[in-house]
């Protein structure tokens, strides 16, 4: 019996929602499951940086070689069931710090490359005109919320144990969809150009430098919270339920954003939303460091839909500006430096700065707000006026 082919929405709309459900149960627990093999706030901050490390180097020299539609599909397939051996794999883990870093790289070497080739796969059918690409990538969010609070409900219950298994069922699901085809597959688009633009050429442009640092310092202030948010909070007392409840809350907040992001920023400038962005960051982190007042973190977490949601949403449009050539190369530089190489680097840092500072760590990560403030993409790049 033959059953019909998902359209290129739904399929990426259940693709999104399977890997983004493991991330629900990984942002958020991870360091909580390091924590319970008894690693330092120190070694903590190693793994978790030399895995971001490893997404760095991957994405620089293994994303951009699927620079043409038909290499994305099989690309997804293969990046999901890597993923789900290695993700199996943590469960013979041990408390050594070599072999849980060599896990961490394993692990993002290749989910690290998951987001920009399913990205680049969206962003292909949003060309195309057959999806919009927020109302699809929501669905990763809305997923990403049900992990994390259901892995809190499931820790608070079983343990730090369970998180393990969790998200490794998580990636299995994710590749059996991934074995589906969708109704449309990727197909080379007519203005396409067959050679990739090498990643040095594209660096060579100054708005790209300056598009790059700015979705550096926004994405990259949110180091500390990825690591260490859950640690913090559970030591201040909150519960592990809560913990899920807060990363949640803020994913709803970021699944709002892009649903609404076509109606409501529809006519923003991609430097009014940058800058936006950092504005948030400011405020946000500073009342992360504040206080662990259940009502003081819901508040910076509700911040959560405009740090990360509408700086994504900008970095995206600025990329789908671009020539199409181009497309890929900009789309591995976004997930290699700010989400890369930036992103661990400041989780090492983190990692010093809670050992010493506790909460007060989150106080330097809101200072990374201030220089978007100041730089400026240049009109004719990315500050003409787009539509989503």
């Not at 219950?157 to 990727?186: E, M, N, Y």
């Not at 197909?187 to 050679?195: D, I, L, N, R």
């Not at 970021?254 to 529809?266: I, Q, R, S, T, Y």
């Given at each position: 019996m033959s059953y019909p082919r998902p359209t290129p929405y739904h399929w990426l709309s259940i693709y999104y929602g399977a890997y983004f459900f493991a991330f629900g149960v990984y942002l958020p627990f991870w360091s909580v499951w390091?924590?319970?093999?008894?690693?330092?706030?120190?070694?903590?901050?190693?793994?978790?940086?030399?895995?971001?490390?490893?997404?760095?180097?991957?994405?620089?020299?293994?994303?951009?070689?699927?620079?043409?539609?038909?290499?994305?599909?099989?690309?997804?397939?293969?990046?999901?069931?890597?993923?789900?051996?290695?993700?199996?794999?943590?469960?013979?883990?041990?408390?050594?710090?070599?072999?849980?870093?060599?896990?961490?790289?394993?692990?993002?070497?290749?989910?690290?490359?998951?987001?920009?080739?399913?990205?680049?796969?969206?962003?292909?059918?949003?060309?195309?005109?057959?999806i919009d690409y927020g109302r699809a990538r929501l669905w990763g969010s809305l997923a990403f919320v049900v992990g994390s609070m259901m892995a809190g409900t499931l820790v608070?219950?079983?343990?730090?144990?369970?998180?393990?298994?969790?998200?490794?069922?998580?990636?299995?699901?994710?590749?059996?969809?991934?074995?589906?085809?969708?109704?449309?597959?990727?197909?080379?688009?007519?203005?396409?150009?067959?050679?990739?633009?090498?990643?040095?050429?594209v660096l060579r442009v100054k708005s790209v430098l300056v598009f790059l640092a700015i979705v550096s310092f926004i994405q990259g202030s949110h180091a500390a919270y990825y690591a260490f948010s859950a640690i913090h909070w559970t030591q201040a007392g909150v519960s592990d339920v809560m913990v899920g409840y807060l990363w949640s809350f803020g994913v709803v907040v970021?699944?709002?954003?892009?649903?609404?992001?076509?109606?409501?920023?529809?006519s923003w400038q991609v430097q009014s939303l940058f800058r936006l962005a950092a504005?948030?960051?400011?405020?946000?982190?500073?009342?992360?460091?504040?206080?662990?007042?259940?009502?003081?973190?819901?508040?910076?977490?509700?911040?959560?839909?405009l740090t990360f949601g509408v700086a994504h949403i900008?970095?995206?449009?600025?990329?789908?500006?671009?020539?199409?050539?181009?497309?890929?190369?900009?789309?591995?530089?976004?997930?290699?430096?700010p989400m890369g190489v930036v992103m661990a680097l400041l989780t090492v840092v983190s990692g010093e700065l809670y050992e010493q500072l506790g909460g007060d760590s989150f106080y330097a990560m809101a200072l990374l707000g201030l220089p978007v403030l100041l730089l400026t993409l240049k009109a004719d790049t990315a500050e003409e006026v787009v539509r989503s």
């Open positions: 390091l924590a319970w093999l008894g690693l330092s706030a120190d070694d903590i901050g190693i793994v978790l940086g030399a895995g971001v490390m490893a997404r760095f180097v991957v994405n620089l020299t293994l994303t951009p070689r699927f620079h043409l539609p038909e290499h994305l599909l099989p690309a997804i397939r293969w990046l999901s069931f890597l993923a789900t051996v290695i993700g199996f794999l943590h469960l013979m883990a041990t408390p050594d710090l070599l072999w849980l870093t060599a896990l961490s790289i394993a692990i993002n070497s290749v989910i690290g490359p998951s987001i920009p080739v399913s990205d680049a796969l969206a962003n292909h059918y949003n060309r195309r005109k057959l608070e219950r079983f343990g730090p144990p369970i998180i393990v298994p969790l998200a490794a069922g998580a990636l299995l699901l994710t590749w059996c969809w991934s074995l589906s085809s969708p109704q449309q597959l990727p197909a080379k688009e007519e203005t396409q150009a067959m050679v990739r633009t090498p990643l040095l050429q970021e699944v709002m954003m892009f649903a609404l992001a076509a109606k409501v920023f529809g504005l948030a960051v400011i405020l946000r982190w500073c009342l992360t460091g504040w206080s662990t007042d259940l009502g003081v973190l819901f508040t910076a977490q509700s911040l959560h839909g900008a970095a995206m449009r600025y990329i789908q500006q671009q020539a199409s050539d181009k497309i890929m190369a900009l789309q591995a530089l976004y997930s290699a430096i």
